[in-house]
């Protein structure tokens, strides 16, 4: 899809007619439609280092702000706190789970200082010697967003590119049964989960805000006589057939900052609600009367 067809792009009241569409030849073709569903996912791929896959550029939010669609909460992008940093473009997510069963951030000189403990007191705990200590009293165990934010602080003191996230503690059999598709990864990397330290860093994961919906997915219009740069600014009305779900779409049920998996139970109730909201306008459309049954079909001119 290259972009939405509006009814009347001029009109005050904003109506979608179909799209615009890109063949695999280069050729743009139109496709009518009176509902259209925007289920096109967040815009990673914003920033540098991301989770996020290729297709996450944020063109379904895009086409539908370009139609008049209003959108909230843009300012709130969650980044994953732990993702496997190598310089690769996209990197690998390491699951927040692998720090609830017991992994530690540590900086180099942390795990030194760990090291050096050690010797003297084997019993000596990694959490004591972690940078996150100074930030939360729960240490690696604090929310993703205080953990990104700690990362962050952490890499522009030092200058480095990473952190790292130690496991050698725990028992590597678990955490590879635990975790086979992370211990898979480390070891083409030439890293062995429960053994060497995993270099990780921040990288954007989730965009909370979106296209501003109601409770059944239907987009709101924005104020078109408002000057505000954000598009946030609803209007008292929907763009009619417009619908977005998902990632494209802010619902408000994740506040500022999205709880993990909660998106997945969000993406199952608004994708039905949206499916039957989506059914009852296309039965209600198709009972409107084409305006020459109404009188006002104009002289041809040849």
Not at 7 to 14: F, L
Not at 135 to 162: F, N, P, Q, Y
């Amino acid at each position: 899809a290259l972009d939405l067809i509006l009814d009347d792009r001029d009109s005050d009241e904003r109506k979608i007619a179909g799209l615009w569409c890109l063949n695999s030849d280069g050729s743009v073709f139109t496709l009518p439609s009176r509902a259209v569903l925007i289920a096109t996912g967040g815009a990673g791929q914003l920033w540098r280092h991301t989770t996020n896959p290729s297709v996450a550029t944020g063109d379904g939010i895009t086409m539908a702000v370009r139609a008049g669609a209003a959108v909230a909460d843009l300012e709130f992008a969650q980044f994953h706190p732990t993702a496997y940093s190598n310089g690769d473009s996209n990197p690998f997510l390491i699951s927040e789970a692998v720090r609830g069963d017991g992994a530690v951030l540590m900086t180099a000189e942390d795990l030194d200082n760990w090291h050096q403990a050690k010797q003297t007191d084997s019993s000596a705990d990694p959490n004591d010697f972690s940078f996150m200590r100074q930030t939360d009293a729960r240490g690696s165990l604090a929310t993703r967003d205080i953990v990104a934010r700690a990362i962050d602080t952490e890499l522009k003191r030092s200058g480095r590119h990473h952190v790292l996230l130690v496991t050698e503690h725990l028992d590597a059999a678990h955490l590879a049964s635990r975790f086979p598709n992370i211990a898979n990864k480390m070891l083409k990397n030439g890293l062995k989960i429960g053994i060497d330290a995993i270099p990780v860093a921040p990288a954007a994961h989730y965009i909370v805000g979106g296209l501003a919906v109601n409770e059944w997915g239907e987009v709101w219009q924005r104020d078109l006589n408002s000057d505000d740069p954000t598009f946030s600014t609803k209007s008292d009305r929907l763009v009619d057939g417009l619908f977005a779900i998902g990632e494209t779409a802010c619902t408000g049920l994740h506040g500022a900052n999205r709880l993990a998996s909660n998106s997945l139970l969000e993406a199952v109730v608004f994708s039905h609600r949206s499916g039957v909201r989506v059914l009852e306008w296309l039965a209600a459309a198709a009972q409107e009367k084409p305006t020459y049954l109404n009188g006002e079909l104009m002289d041809l001119q040849t």
